[in-house]
């Protein structure tokens, strides 16, 4: 069975838009070490890639696809399965799984979206089946803690849905086959790149085609899911008022700003990936805006703020998180004074004073 890589998308990456983003999601839980930061760049290795797709779960831009899943079909896939009342999941790496299994690279591509999309659409009982002395069973703590969080959510939610997770054999000893297939592709003389299918070149025409601004399907899929586990819930016996969830709360991070460290320069609402930020001018005020619906918490304002006065944490209510209208984060006067923000910034670049004749 040949190892599914990911492709990375380099104008969506972090890292390659702006050289200041502290992202790191994809490198701290890849289990075998084929993503590296490397002069502030993401670097791929293909040679080390187990392709298990956990690096994909956390990318908060969506930078690593899998050109063979097409979310519009695995979207369907689910929601035909959810009619039966049962959704499977299995790696492609594991033995014995049922027919009707949807089939992934891994269980651990499956990100904290696509749990909570299988329950919005029905699932009474969602099955994840991994694959044993594989990339991804090192990663059995950092997936419990995912499923943990989603169980959560389903009961602060109360949806019926029960989540169970098993681990198989997987095909031919997984384990072993990728640690000698590394050996021998770290021996083999480098071979010209095999020409993109298809499928690949028209994905790769889409990606170069959309908006350098854009909300990751990814964030859209988990906004949308639990703005409909609330309204179902709110259609229970009992339920007179919209549920709220500390954990989905909690898992979902908005910025904050700190007034009276921000210059109000406008960098961070200039850099935002997904123009979630915002700042408008009236009537000699400035108001700071955030909506919660776009913003991914990748942390990149924070990361370029020069005066640290933005900070990534929680927010209190569910409410919040899912909400439609922007969050004000900041309002005050304008400050008559911005050049000097910029001085500022060119002192700390230089370690030295700068000076305005």
């Not at 918490?297 to 640290?308: N, P, Q, S, V």
């Amino acid at each position: 069975m040949s190892v599914q890589r990911p492709m990375l998308a380099r104008r969506r990456c972090l890292k390659s838009r702006h050289i200041g983003s502290g992202c790191s999601a994809c490198v701290t839980i890849c289990p075998a070490g084929a993503l590296a930061i490397v002069e502030k760049r993401l670097r791929f290795n293909p040679a080390r890639c187990a392709g298990c797709g956990a690096c994909a779960s956390v990318c908060p831009s969506d930078a690593l696809l899998f050109p063979a899943i097409s979310d519009d079909q695995l979207e369907s896939a689910v929601r035909a399965a959810a009619q039966t009342g049962t959704v499977i999941f299995a790696s492609a790496q594991a033995v014995n799984a049922p027919t009707e299994a949807i089939r992934l690279p891994s269980v651990v591509w499956l990100s904290l979206a696509w749990l909570l999309f299988a329950a919005a659409e029905g699932t009474k009982k969602l099955v994840l089946i991994g694959a044993g002395e594989s990339a991804e069973a090192k990663l059995g703590p950092v997936f419990e803690a995912r499923l943990r969080t989603a169980r959560a959510i389903l009961s602060e939610l109360k949806s019926p849905m029960t989540i169970e997770h098993t681990v198989a054999r997987a095909a031919v000893d997984a384990g072993r086959r990728a640690l000698f297939s590394g050996w021998a592709k770290a021996a083999e003389t480098p071979k010209a790149p095999e020409p993109p299918t298809e499928s690949a070149r028209l994905r790769a025409a889409k990606l170069a085609a959309e908006p350098q601004i854009r909300t990751p399907e990814s964030r859209e899929r988990l906004i949308s899911a639990l703005r409909r586990l609330r309204s179902q819930a709110l259609q229970k016996p009992g339920v007179t008022a919209a549920p709220e969830s500390p954990a989905a709360a909690a898992a979902l991070a908005l910025p904050s700003v700190e007034a009276i460290r921000c210059t109000a320069c406008g960098i961070c609402t200039a850099v935002c990936p997904t123009g979630a930020l915002t700042s408008e001018k009236s009537h000699g005020s400035e108001t700071m805006s955030v909506s919660a619906e776009k913003c991914t918490a990748c942390g990149l304002c924070a990361d370029i703020c020069f005066m640290h006065a933005m900070k990534i944490a929680p927010r209190g209510r569910l409410a919040d998180v899912i909400g439609r209208e922007p969050i004000e984060l900041m309002k005050r006067g304008t400050d008559r004074h911005a050049l000097d923000t910029w001085e500022d910034k060119l002192s700390g670049m230089f370690s030295g004073p700068v000076y305005r004749t």
